[in-house]
């Protein structure tokens, strides 16, 4: 980013709510972009709002940015946002605290006031406002949130329930410990083997059941966003299968 984007994300994530008037330009230009998209045969799938709403500081000024996006979506009829579920401070921290290990002890005590004390009561509230919005919350693990991998996930599904709290699957994130499927470069570019994995990977999460979108997340830093999207299409359209399967072996 460079200096005036910077400054325009740290005013979108601090985030002084906007008046009447620039909300209503705001959900304007939103409608005014979807139904271009429309017009090109494209379709939104979900909308972002990654940030830290647990955050002991600034938590407020990112929950009402989640918030504000959760009702954009619902406004302009896009099924899903995208999230992180947030980390919190230890109690009375003024910086969110990422616990992975359970030593020494004093990390349990930490976890337990991070989860019972501010994450599971945020999110029933968060999930209550997505369900009467009629939008689905995907969460993304990544590093320096409290789900942070496939792990932690399920404590916070099932205390706000599976219908509106889903997964955002970010192949890169729920593998950082282990192989890393990239590095920051275009898609099919970095992982031994290319297209291989994501044949492999798009075929797997067929086997599992998922029809939904794919979506770029293009980071790379030499190469063009255009260009790098472009290849990255490349990479995924000869993986995908477009037709459901019209055979299966008898049970047994």
Known sequence: MNEHEHAQHRQLVRGTAPGPRTAAR???????AARELEARALRLTALNANGNQLHPVEGADHDRVVRGTVELAAELGVPTAVLMSGLPGAKGDSRPNW????????????LRHQWEDVALPYWEGLAGFARRKGVRLAVEMHGRQLVYNPARFPRLQDAVGDDVVRVNLDPLAPSEAGRRTWNYVTLGQGHPGGAVFWRDFVYALRAVGYDG????????????????IRRAVEVLRPSIFRQPPDWSPAEV
């Open 26 to 32: 705001q959900r304007t230009r939103a409608f005014r």
């Open 213 to 228: 979108s794919l979506s770029i997340e293009h980071e790379d830093v030499i190469v063009s966003s255009e260009e790098g």
């Open 99 to 110: 616990v992975t290990s359970s030593w020494p002890p004093e990390a349990a005590g930490i």
